[in-house]
């Protein structure tokens, strides 16, 4: 009699262990086995699986929140809540700054002010400049210049501490505010010419482009304190302005065709001037003071021909953006009255 069979597998129940009915079982026990295996790899897999798919959730999930960090302390131009801590380590460079660096005024403009709100001082740095000379095509607005001056001797402390301990590429920046404030007497002991001359020259050695017409003016006396610069000194407060022109600083071209036409620290030369005056009223970032300049070469008649239409242009200009003495020097040309251009006298840094 046959012994029975399980129901489920059909395998043997009690049958006699010898080699044809092991082998027999074995067979039975094949698709049994495989369907294991299958179902072990299947589960094995979807393990994986499901792993691998929460490991890049929580990837993406991470670069989200850092995404959310990273656009708070980059701001746009209307945010106004951005974390600028200062602190030896530094400030974060704020939206607006490549875009100054690069002479594009306008477009730099409204990212520093947001940055400036949120407690820049990097920002307010490079926005007195902007203001105090108009470097948007906007009228300059010296009050306005003045306050952003305040606002950073106010925060001597820190200002101070950021050029000292800060990272060595942002400490010319502050270096160069520092000389600025230095120079105009904005701090309670007055100015300080000296202060200003090493604040600056540390500064300019850096070759921080702004720092150069600082160091000019600092040397040349053209702060409060006035002092009478020796020859040697003049020289190189040419060779700095030289330097910065050569680089594309718009103010520093109007700078270098002031010193040229007086002499200071090189011969007088009014082509040279004019040449000077002529590239920098022709920049798209142009201050109000260079169209003003270049009209003053032309009413005058220095390395080009007397020329009172191109001259009135060139206040005009300038009239436009609401500059003082462009709008003097039209009005005397308009009616026809005989006298001397207005032009600024010194350097602008």
């Known amino acids: 009699m046959k012994p029975p069979l399980s129901p489920k597998s059909g ?8 080699q044809t009915n092991l082998g027999h079982q074995t067979d039975q026990l094949g698709p049994v086995k495989a369907g294991l295996e299958k179902t072990f790899l299947n589960n094995f897999a979807s393990k994986w699986l499901r792993t691998i798919f929460f490991m890049a959730g929580l990837v993406l999930a991470l670069s989200a929140v850092s995404g959310c960090l990273w656009s708070q302390t980059e701001p746009e131009a209307n945010s106004t ?4 801590q200062a602190s030896a380590l530094g400030e974060l460079r704020p939206a607006g700054e490549e875009q100054f660096l690069h002479q594009d005024f306008k477009a730099a403009k409204p990212l520093l002010t947001a940055a400036g709100r949120a407690g820049s001082l990097r920002a307010v740095i490079f926005l007195r400049l902007i203001s105090e000379y108009g470097l948007d095509s906007s009228a300059p607005n010296p009050d306005e210049a003045h306050r952003f001056l305040s606002l950073l001797a106010a925060s001597r402390e820190r200002l101070t501490n950021l050029a000292e301990n800060g990272p060595a590429s942002d400490r010319p920046i502050y270096l160069t505010a520092l000389a600025v404030l230095y120079l105009r007497g904005y701090f309670p002991e007055g100015p300080s010419q000296a202060q200003a001359l090493q604040a600056a020259r540390k500064a300019a050695a850096s070759n921080f482009v702004p720092a150069k017409n600082v160091l000019a003016a600092a040397i040349l006396g053209l702060g409060p304190e006035k002092s009478s610069p020796s020859v040697l000194n003049r020289l190189e407060a040419y060779q ?19 010193v040229i036409r007086l002499g200071l620290g090189t011969s007088t030369s009014p082509f040279r001037a004019a040449s000077w005056a002529h590239r920098a009223a022709s920049l798209p970032q142009t201050s109000a003071r260079c169209l003003n300049d270049l009209g003053f070469f032309y ?18 200009l300038a009239a436009v953006r609401g500059y003082s003495l462009a709008i003097s020097n ?3 040309i308009k009616s026809s009255q005989k006298g001397t251009p207005e032009v600024f006298d010194g350097l602008e840094y």
């Open 240 to 258: 700095a302005l030289q330097s910065a022109a050569d680089a594309g600083d718009v103010l520093a071209m109007s700078n270098l065709s002031y």
């Open 81 to 84: 809540n951005n974390p600028y």
């Open 330 to 332: 039209l009005n005397r």
């Open 299 to 316: 009413e005058q008649g220095l390395a080009v021909s007397p020329d009172p239409a191109e001259a009135a242009r060139w206040y005009g």
């Open 11 to 18: 395998v043997l129940v009690n049958a006699p262990v010898n």
